[in-house]
């Protein structure tokens, strides 16, 4: 074989490795979205990039607080994966009154949001295996205050860095 031809075969092994590998890395360990909507202002911006953990969130519990990417439910009418922040978890009261959101009968304290929500919700128990998900712009947000319970399988991913744009480059805690 000449050179030219083991040079085309070694870079053909090469392509074939970086693309099995980003398979790897894509569909089990990380993922990037591109936030489409202004659901979850201020917190995360029109066309922001993200990382999302795929892999590591599994192996502990979902917190209040955390911002999670999942599968939409057929309650929403959406298509496209979401992003929303965790607000209740398996078991717990919810219930959205007067501008404030209850977790148990105690208003959360959400320096994160962009308005105070302008609905009510009535109470309601979280059942297991799912959580009460909401974006932190509360007016306008396709969420659970409007489809109902978000299932644990439906989760797809933990947002973990925000990498564009640069200048707000970091890792988005709960």
Same mark, same amino acid.
């Given at each position: 074989?000449?050179? =030219?031809?083991?040079?085309?075969?070694?870079?053909? #092994?090469i392509?074939?490795?970086? @693309?099995?590998?980003?398979?790897?890395?894509? !569909?089990?360990?990380?993922?990037?979205r591109?936030?489409?909507?202004?659901?979850? @202002?201020?917190?995360?911006?029109? #066309?922001?990039?993200?990382?999302?953990?795929?892999?590591? /969130?599994?192996? =502990?519990?979902?917190? =209040?607080?955390?911002?999670?990417? /999942?599968?939409?439910?057929?309650? *929403?009418?959406?298509?496209?994966d979401?992003?929303?922040?965790?607000?209740g978890?398996?078991?717990?009261?919810?219930q959205?009154?007067?501008?404030?959101?209850?977790?148990?009968g105690?208003?959360?304290?959400? *320096?994160?949001?962009?308005?105070?929500p302008? %609905? #009510?919700?009535?109470?309601? !128990?979280?059942?297991?295996?799912? %959580? /009460?998900?909401?974006?932190?712009? =509360?007016?306008?947000?396709?969420?659970?205050?409007?489809?109902?319970?978000?299932p644990? #399988?439906?989760? !797809?991913?933990?947002?973990?860095?925000? %990498?564009?744009?640069?200048?707000? /480059?970091?890792?988005?805690? *709960?």
């Amino acid at each position: 074989m000449n050179a =030219r031809w083991k040079n085309l075969f070694e870079l053909v #092994q090469i392509l074939a490795f970086a @693309l099995i590998l980003s398979f790897i890395v894509r !569909t089990f360990l990380l993922d990037n979205r591109i936030v489409p909507s202004g659901s979850m @202002l201020p917190t995360i911006q029109l #066309q922001d990039r993200l990382i999302v953990d795929k892999l590591l /969130f599994k192996f =502990r519990e979902i917190e =209040r607080g955390d911002i999670v990417v /999942f599968h939409p439910t057929a309650k *929403s009418g959406e298509k496209d994966d979401l992003v929303k922040r965790v607000i209740g978890l398996p078991g717990e009261e919810i219930q959205v009154k007067d501008g404030n959101v209850l977790v148990n009968g105690t208003a959360l304290e959400e *320096s994160y949001i962009l308005e105070k929500p302008d %609905y #009510q919700y009535d109470p309601i !128990t979280i059942p297991a295996d799912s %959580y /009460f998900v909401l974006g932190d712009n =509360r007016r306008g947000s396709n969420d659970s205050h409007m489809w109902g319970f978000l299932p644990k #399988q439906n989760i !797809t991913g933990k947002v973990w860095i925000r %990498y564009w744009p640069f200048n707000t /480059f970091g890792k988005l805690d *709960s």
